[in-house]
C-alpha cells in the first residue's frame, strides 16, 4: 500500500501544523513555506503536499511570488518522474505564464530570465523524461546555461535523476544493452560500472548486456481471465433479447 499523498515522512513538525491549521494560506506563512523548499533543496527531501500549499498561497497572494521557488518546487517535482506532481504544480502557476510556455506563440518565445522561460525549459526537461527520451534529456541539460542555473539550488540533483531513470528502467526490463543505458543514465567507463553494480545492485552478462532482477514489475506473467456465468442470467438475457425484439 502507497504512502498517502499528503504524508512527508521528513517534514517537520511545524510545517505539519500550518498544513493541517487555519494558517496554510495565511500570507504571514508564505515565508515559512519559502524557507522550507529550500531546506528540501539541500536536504534532498520532499514535500509535494507543503510545495503544492506553497504555489496554491500565491494564487491568492500574487505579490508575495518568488520565482525561485516556483522553479525550485518544479525542479523537485522532476526529481519523482514519473508521478503527476510535475503537471500538478504546473496547474497552480499563472495563466499568463503558461500561456507564453508554449514553443510557439504570436508574441514570439517568452522573455529573458522570465517566471515563463524558466518554466519552458523545465516542461522541455519533463516532456522528455516521461516519453522515456533519457538521452535527449541529458543533451538538453547540457545544452544552455540556464538550465543549470534552474537545477543549481537542488543538491545531488543529476544523481536524483539516474536514480529515478535507473527505477523506471527496472520496471519494465530484464536487461539492456551497455551502451543504450549509457545514454540514458549519461555515465561512461568506471563511473557507470559503479553506479550499476553500488547504487542498482544490477550486474553485467556475458552478453555484454545490464541484467536487471526481477521483480514484480518486469517479470513477464501470463494472465487468464475467467468470467463465470450462471445459466440462469444467460437465460434471461435470450428473454429480453425476445422481448425487445416483438
Given at each position: 500500500m502507497g504512502i498517502a499523498f499528503d504524508v512527508a515522512p521528513d517534514r517537520p513538525e511545524n510545517i505539519d501544523t500550518i498544513l493541517n491549521g487555519l494558517d496554510r494560506y495565511n500570507p504571514e506563512t508564505t515565508a515559512v513555506f519559502q524557507e522550507y523548499v529550500a531546506q528540501q533543496c539541500e536536504n534532498q527531501t520532499y514535500d509535494c503536499y507543503a510545495n503544492l500549499a506553497l504555489l496554491k498561497s500565491y494564487q491568492f497572494n500574487p505579490h508575495l511570488t518568488r520565482d525561485e521557488a516556483t522553479t525550485n518546487i518544479l525542479v523537485k517535482a522532476l526529481t519523482v518522474f514519473p508521478s503527476p506532481d510535475f503537471p500538478l504544480c504546473?496547474?497552480?502557476?499563472?495563466?499568463?505564464?503558461?500561456?507564453t510556455t508554449k514553443t510557439t506563440t504570436q508574441s514570439g518565445p517568452p522573455a529573458a530570465g522570465s517566471l515563463a522561460e524558466a518554466v519552458q525549459h523545465l516542461t522541455t526537461l519533463h516532456t522528455q523524461l516521461i516519453n522515456a527520451d533519457y538521452a535527449a534529456f541529458w543533451s538538453t541539460l547540457d545544452s544552455d546555461d540556464l538550465y543549470a542555473d534552474l537545477v543549481a539550488d537542488v543538491q545531488g540533483f543529476e544523481e536524483m535523476?539516474?536514480?529515478?531513470?535507473?527505477?523506471?528502467?527496472?520496471?519494465c526490463m530484464q536487461e539492456v544493452d551497455r551502451s543504450v543505458l549509457e545514454s540514458w543514465l549519461n555515465l561512461t567507463g568506471a563511473k557507470f560500472d559503479g553506479f550499476v553494480?553500488?547504487?542498482?545492485?544490477?550486474k553485467m552478462n556475458e552478453q555484454g548486456k545490464v541484467a536487471i532482477p526481477l521483480n514484480k514489475e518486469n517479470e513477464a506473467k501470463g494472465t487468464v481471465v475467467r468470467e463465470d456465468v450462471k445459466?440462469?442470467?444467460?437465460?434471461r438475457m435470450i428473454k429480453r433479447a425476445y422481448e425487445v425484439g416483438a
Open positions: 504546473l496547474s497552480l502557476l499563472p495563466p499568463y505564464v503558461l500561456a535523476m539516474r536514480v529515478r531513470i535507473a527505477v523506471v528502467v527496472s520496471q553494480k553500488e547504487v542498482c545492485g544490477w445459466f440462469e442470467q444467460f437465460g
